[in-house]
């Protein structure tokens, strides 16, 4: 078999259990506060979000040029770096995974790039204009989450001010199925990127392809995987997100899900490959913070967002490293 086709279905294979590991992990972002809030049972909002995120994963592929061809020179994208990346962005988002911490996979793969191309290449290779942009929206995306939350449900009770607490939910525990379901597309138009983003680079170093575009089977594969891993559930970190930090009800889970999406779905769009996990998380701190400042979990926040801080410099490590022991086999 030809060695260029074996790297790629190495490369593919890897980026396969990656993004299976997104949809574990990041599962928790389209569903946690469905579950929480008891609109849906577990099951059902796994199998939504699965549904959704496949859906997503067809309406843009501008996040997967910011991965494959957007933080390194194209002919810098070879296979070794991609292995490596994968390798540190993997065993990030599985420790994560296993251990219930909602991290950001998106930020393991870019972590996972960042040290593989540093090892390969040095500082010097990359375009430090678009990881400026990226890092922008690393900081400002939790923000706008936080802001957008927080006004869109005291929008909602000034609006409904007359109405009864208990109507009020009944009516946005029917309307979070649509939240949820803008969620998972948003989620899926972002994080399903990823993998496309590195197996499209990787047919494009082998020679199969002559331009960076995604073919279709790529972004049919990518979804699907997702798929799977969302609908294997990651319930650990359902749990945190949704019921360690704060307590949810439907028009609360409408509102945090609601402006997640919205800032989710612009920055696709704009090819901001953000953290999805980050923007609902503050979602949900600032829904919380409506009711009264102390009703967040801000030791759980605390620990979610040391969980952050570390997975880009954690990858990055990991994938040095790799990039470090197959350059000296290969």
């Not at 706008?144 to 009020?168: S, T, Y």
């Not at 969302?230 to 704060?246: E, L």
Request: net charge positive.
């Amino acid at each position: 078999m030809d060695s260029a086709l074996v790297l790629v279905i190495v490369i593919t294979f890897l980026a396969a259990i990656y993004n299976f590991y997104n949809g574990a992990n990041d599962c928790a972002n389209s569903i946690a506060t469905t579950v929480s809030s008891r609109v849906l049972t577990p099951t059902k909002a796994i199998m939504l979000a699965a549904f959704f995120n496949t859906i997503g994963a067809f309406i843009s592929t501008e996040v997967a040029k910011t991965i494959g061809k957007g933080f390194l020179p194209e002919s810098h994208m070879t296979s070794a770096v991609l292995i490596s990346a994968m390798i540190g962005a993997i065993a990030w988002s599985a420790f994560a995974t296993h251990t219930g911490l909602p991290v950001s996979i998106t930020h393991s793969i870019i972590g996972g790039i960042f040290g593989a191309g540093a090892a390969a290449y040095g500082l010097g290779a990359f375009k430090w204009q678009v990881f400026k942009k990226v890092i922008v929206a690393m900081f400002t995306s939790p923000v706008m989450g936080f802001i957008v939350g927080l006004l869109m449900l005291a929008a909602i009770f000034w609006f409904f001010r007359k109405g009864h607490l208990a109507i009020l939910n009944k009516v946005f525990g029917k309307l979070q199925l649509l939240s949820a379901s803008f969620m998972a597309l948003s989620h899926g138009m972002n994080d399903t990127q990823n993998a496309m983003g590195v197996i499209t680079a990787s047919l494009l170093a082998g020679g199969f392809i002559g331009a960076f575009e995604v073919p279709v089977w790529v972004i049919l594969f990518s979804s699907v995987i997702m798929g799977l891993g969302t609908f294997y559930g990651g319930k650990k970190v359902i749990k945190t997100m949704g019921m360690k930090m704060t307590k949810i009800r439907p028009v609360e889970g409408f509102a945090a899900e609601t402006a997640a999406s919205v800032v989710i779905f612009i920055s696709s769009l704009l090819g901001l490959p953000i953290s999805t996990t980050h923007v609902i998380s503050t979602s949900i701190m600032g829904v919380g913070s409506v009711k009264r400042f102390s009703a967040v979990r801000w030791g759980v926040a605390r620990e979610v967002i040391i969980a952050w801080v570390v997975t880009i410099p954690a990858a990055a490590l990991v994938s040095a490293l790799s990039y470090w022991l197959i350059d000296r086999l290969i």
